[in-house]
């Protein structure tokens, strides 16, 4: 029988597919927290919060499909070493450095203490949650697959149910004056945070897959079908992104910007819902956390097992980022934020850079081009990220864009250009 390739229902199926894989229960920690800072500039922030997020995740999928999902082959044409260490820093940020510890974390702070206090210690519950996360990785089970296809839906329900209560009822004024400065890149900052670029990039391959069995054969196909729906995974996400960024700006005269950012999502639910409320949010939330880990150390694990060419045996890196996530989660939500925060300005740059420069692959014909291009932005944002630090670099203060924390754009550009007129190879010729 011919499947007939684009149809509604593949838009539909494959657009709720885009969204699940982009939003995860970490996803409500930033927009409430971002409402609370822009106060009644809460819309910028929220648009570019959900450009970081959303808006990447849906070109790093595109990117990735035109290589069926290998990573280092995307990565490729800026240097084979740059590309592995690229590719490492990109898995290792979604794997056991951030993101997996982060689901632990945030499962504790929004899921059993809101409910239980501080009955269980942090390290107890974080070697509880990892064992259980090795124990489903190993051996998958149709639970997990049962409790992510229950899950999504019943988070969307609940977060629609918060936040039409909240539009209704606000809790509270909102602030007359930003918390901060640099507001656009406030709402960028706090999209890599979400890292949804790193994970679309890591779990692309089982998105290709699906459209494989589909019957999307050539790459035109596919990338057709993921942007007709990552439209509709977008206009969700930014549905839900702008309520909760709303929702954080109705309790602006309760918080500032020390606010604790796993909190502010609870205690707003059990202000709007009281305490039923909590506890339904605290299920969802735990639940969404576990499927992520979950998923997230799986690809982990498959990633570092192909690049050691099975060397490095499945089960063996599964069981070290589980044991290493446990311990790092111990750290708190806002630990691990305070880590990634100058990882990931330094590792986006280059990532959004080769993402960007996939789509032109076949117009450029040199590598040094690519070469020219990242190594010039991870120098620009590992520079401001120094410069954060206290470290004078005046000379950073005159770059465009940089208050939208863009600063390293008009300098990937000239090199780029420059690198078009340094003499080099096509690698991707070469490897076909």
């Given at each position: 029988?011919?499947q007939q390739?684009?149809?509604?229902k593949?838009v539909i199926?494959?657009g709720?597919?885009?969204?699940?894989m982009?939003?995860?229960?970490g996803?409500l920690?930033?927009?409430?927290?971002?409402?609370?800072?822009?106060?009644?500039?809460?819309?910028?922030g929220?648009?570019g919060?959900?450009?970081?997020?959303a808006?990447?995740?849906?070109?790093?999928?595109?990117?990735t499909?035109k290589?069926?999902g290998?990573?280092?082959?995307?990565?490729r044409?800026?240097?084979?070493k740059?590309?592995?260490?690229?590719?490492?820093?990109?898995?290792l940020?979604?794997?056991?450095?951030?993101?997996?510890?982060r689901?632990?974390?945030?499962?504790y702070?929004?899921?059993i203490?809101?409910?239980?206090?501080?009955?269980?210690?942090i390290a107890?519950?974080?070697?509880?949650?990892f064992i259980?996360?090795?124990?489903?990785?190993?051996?998958?089970?149709k639970?997990?697959?049962?409790v992510?296809?229950?899950l999504?839906?019943?988070?969307?329900?609940?977060?629609a149910v918060?936040?039409?209560?909240?539009?209704?009822?606000?809790?509270?004024p909102?602030?007359?004056?930003?918390?901060?400065?640099?507001?656009?890149?406030?709402?960028?900052?706090?999209?890599y945070?979400?890292?949804?670029?790193?994970?679309?990039?890591a779990?692309?391959?089982?998105?290709?897959?699906s459209?494989n069995?589909?019957?999307?054969?050539?790459?035109?196909?596919?990338l057709?079908?993921?942007m007709k729906?990552?439209?509709?995974?977008?206009?969700g996400?930014?549905?839900?992104y702008g309520?909760l960024?709303?929702?954080?700006?109705?309790?602006?005269t309760?918080?500032?910007?020390?606010?604790?950012?796993?909190?502010?999502?609870?205690?707003?639910?059990?202000?709007?819902?009281?305490?039923?409320?909590?506890?339904?949010?605290a299920v969802?939330?735990?639940?969404?956390?576990?499927?992520?880990?979950?998923g997230?150390?799986?690809?982990?694990?498959q990633?570092?097992?192909?690049?050691?060419g099975?060397?490095l045996?499945?089960?063996?890196?599964?069981l070290?980022?589980?044991?290493?996530?446990a311990?790092?989660?111990?750290?708190?939500?806002g630990?691990?934020?305070?880590?990634?925060?100058?990882?990931?300005?330094?590792?986006?740059?280059?990532?959004?850079?080769?993402?960007?420069?996939?789509f032109?692959?076949?117009?450029?014909q040199?590598?040094?081009?690519?070469k020219?291009?990242?190594?010039?932005?991870?120098?620009v944002?590992?520079?401001?990220?120094?410069?954060?630090?206290?470290?004078?670099?005046?000379?950073?203060?005159?770059l465009p864009?940089k208050?939208?924390?863009?600063?390293?754009?008009?300098?990937v550009?000239?090199?780029?250009?420059i690198?078009?007129?340094v003499?080099?190879?096509?690698?991707?010729?070469?490897?076909r």
């Amino acid at each position: 029988m011919i499947q007939q390739k684009g149809s509604f229902k593949d838009v539909i199926v494959f657009g709720f597919a885009l969204f699940a894989m982009f939003f995860g229960a970490g996803n409500l920690i930033f927009p409430p927290y971002l409402g609370i800072i822009t106060g009644p500039e809460w819309l910028t922030g929220f648009a570019g919060f959900t450009f970081a997020d959303a808006g990447l995740a849906l070109l790093a999928v595109m990117a990735t499909a035109k290589y069926d999902g290998d990573i280092i082959a995307l990565f490729r044409r800026a240097g084979g070493k740059l590309a592995i260490v690229l590719g490492c820093a990109d898995i290792l940020c979604i794997g056991p450095f951030l993101a997996i510890p982060r689901t632990g974390a945030t499962t504790y702070e929004m899921g059993i203490m809101p409910l239980l206090g501080n009955t269980i210690p942090i390290a107890v519950f974080a070697a509880i949650f990892f064992i259980i996360t090795y124990v489903l990785t190993i051996k998958p089970s149709k639970v997990v697959d049962i409790v992510g296809r229950v899950l999504t839906p019943a988070l969307l329900i609940a977060l629609a149910v918060i936040i039409v209560k909240g539009v209704v009822s606000p809790l509270g004024p909102v602030v007359d004056e930003p918390m901060i400065e640099g507001v656009v890149a406030e709402g960028i900052a706090q999209g890599y945070q979400t890292m949804d670029a790193f994970a679309a990039i890591a779990l692309a391959s089982v998105l290709i897959v699906s459209l494989n069995e589909k019957g999307y054969n050539t790459v035109g196909d596919k990338l057709k079908a993921i942007m007709k729906s990552g439209v509709l995974a977008c206009v969700g996400l930014a549905l839900v992104y702008g309520g909760l960024c709303f929702l954080g700006a109705t309790v602006s005269t309760m918080y500032g910007v020390d606010a604790q950012q796993s909190q502010v999502i609870v205690n707003i639910t059990e202000g709007l819902l009281g305490q039923t409320g909590k506890m339904i949010l605290a299920v969802c939330v735990s639940l969404a956390c576990l499927t992520t880990s979950i998923g997230l150390t799986s690809a982990t694990g498959q990633f570092f097992e192909k690049l050691s060419g099975g060397k490095l045996k499945y089960k063996t890196v599964v069981l070290a980022v589980c044991i290493f996530s446990a311990c790092m989660a111990s750290i708190g939500v806002g630990g691990i934020i305070k880590v990634a925060s100058p990882v990931l300005s330094i590792v986006y740059p280059p990532t959004i850079v080769l993402v960007i420069l996939a789509f032109f692959t076949e117009k450029i014909q040199n590598d040094n081009v690519y070469k020219f291009a990242v190594y010039t932005s991870l120098i620009v944002s590992i520079l401001t990220v120094v410069q954060s630090y206290g470290v004078a670099m005046p000379f950073l203060d005159y770059l465009p864009l940089k208050e939208f924390g863009f600063n390293w754009v008009v300098p990937v550009i000239v090199a780029g250009l420059i690198g078009h007129f340094v003499p080099g190879k096509n690698s991707e010729l070469e490897t076909r």
